[in-house]
């Protein structure tokens, strides 16, 4: 089935922050939309009234009838959803034309310049700000995002342009559809190893994608990775960090809450960049943003306004308040390192203030693997509040619990256990300075309340 062919999409798991790119694309296409999650969200909200016909019970019968005609619906899943799930066993059993998301996505990549971002963290902000450079210049793109744009309110930007960025997603070897034109590499720090089993296995399937590229196309690698490229014969290859590489910054100054620096880039130098999300790591994440786009053309001048114009990803730095008396805000680190880096950029910016870490764990394989790391990077805060493991897609594993973590954190770190549903009480009772909260879960559904909470 080609996308010509194409009259109505099912999603199973259309909540989802990719998954929901792609089903606006179609609404924007025109397309009959429809699909189901397993709970109500702002994003099924804003896309039900966009058009999709949504549903959160596991009920083939709530499927519509223009999703049934298999010549002519193409059905999307997420890898979260459980083969047991009846509706996806109802599209199996009548042989329904069924593909990942990242499939779909790696179809849009051959139809477009595919500028993607990879990595184990960074690529969510770091594509978002490549997005926004390009949509504000002279080139524009089209966007599949892992977050929603302060700029834009969406994670999804369609255009007539030639250029489409995508969160190359490593998660179930997705990003292996891809077909990138160009691509950063951001990271590679083990992660899933309930998909990959070893380090090494997760390392060579960042290899892999990297002999996915187009022969005139580009890598952007981080300085300092242990996995090795392999690219095919025509594709360029360059370095990036903060103070070292093929692109890097010089002349840094962070002061009174403002960022500004110098691109050193073999492409053309720019000086005077100023950063309209002021935090230290994204001065890494925006010269990966700035290299893809000047790789697909963009001039100094829309590299200054384009850093200077963004504004940030929910969840990512996620400033709710920032005053003399209190600071709060979310962040979705949940992998150790980047939890060390979110701390990090806090330390930065607030050197002579008190850091409370406030952290929710994702997946109990993640807890069971990591908890000495995630300790470790916790510990970088003055306090630790733990609560319950998110579980996700997961049944819990006999012995993991947040407790793992908590009593590995560094000595002389005031450190506290909650649950979820306690957490604004305690809140509410303690006093925070700078209140940092982690984790891929759902404790930011409660940031609203967190924060009244906090600045009490």
């Known amino acids: 089935m080609t996308l010509n062919d194409i009259k109505a999409v099912y999603f199973i798991g259309v909540g989802g922050i990719g998954m929901s790119a792609i089903a606006r694309y179609f609404l924007k296409k025109g397309l009959t939309v429809a699909g189901y999650d397993k709970t109500p969200s702002e994003l099924t909200h804003r896309l039900a009234e966009e058009g999709a016909d949504i549903h959160y019970e596991d009920n083939v019968n709530a499927i519509p009838s223009v999703c049934r005609e298999k010549e002519s619906t193409l059905v999307i899943y997420t890898p979260a959803i459980p083969d047991s799930h009846s509706e996806l066993q109802y599209f199996r059993r009548e042989g329904f034309e069924i593909e990942k998301r990242a499939q779909v996505l790696g179809t849009i990549t051959r139809a477009h310049r595919a500028l993607c971002v990879a ?25 599949f995002l892992g977050g929603i744009t302060k700029n834009y309110g969406t994670n999804y930007l369609l255009s007539e342009s030639e250029y489409v960025v995508i969160e190359a997603d490593e998660f179930d070897r997705s990003f292996h559809w891809l077909q990138p034109w160009a691509t950063v590499i951001t990271a590679t720090d083990p992660d899933h190893l309930d998909i990959y089993g070893t380090k090494e296995a997760y390392l060579e399937s960042f290899s892999h994608y990297t002999s996915l590229i187009s022969p005139d196309g580009a890598l952007v690698i981080h300085t300092g990775l242990e996995m090795k490229a392999n690219t095919s014969e025509g594709v360029r290859t360059y370095t990036y960090s903060r103070e070292e590489g093929d692109f890097h910054a010089e002349n840094i100054v962070i002061a009174d809450g403002e960022i500004t620096f110098d691109l050193v880039s073999p492409i053309e130098n720019v000086k005077g960049i100023t950063m309209g999300h002021p935090v230290p790591i994204n001065i890494d994440n925006g010269i990966a943003a700035m290299a893809l786009a000047q790789l697909a053309g963009c001039n100094a001048d829309e590299l200054r306004e384009g850093m200077r114009t963004f504004q940030g990803v929910d969840r990512r730095f996620d400033f709710r308040v920032r005053n003399s008396q209190h600071v709060v805000l979310s962040d979705y680190a949940h992998h150790p390192a980047e939890i060390a880096q979110s701390l990090k950029s806090l330390r930065q910016l607030y050197p002579r203030r008190r850091i409370t870490a406030l952290f929710q764990p994702h997946l109990y394989t993640r807890t069971r693997d990591f908890y000495n790391d995630f300790a470790e990077s916790l510990s970088m805060a003055d306090e630790v509040i733990l609560t319950e493991i998110y579980p996700a897609r997961e049944l819990p594993i006999e012995g993991v619990s947040s407790q793992l973590i908590y009593d590995h954190l560094a000595e002389g770190v005031q450190k506290t256990m909650t649950e979820k549903g306690k957490v604004l009480e305690y809140l509410k009772h303690h006093d925070t300075d700078v209140l940092v909260v ?18 009490h």
């Open 119 to 143: 990595g184990t963290h960074g690529k969510t902000t770091t594509s978002a700000m490549c997005a926004h450079i390009l949509h504000q210049s002279h080139i524009d793109c089209n966007a």
């Open 438 to 455: 982690l984790g891929a879960g759902d404790l930011d559904n409660m940031m609203d309340e967190i924060t009244l909470a906090a600045t």
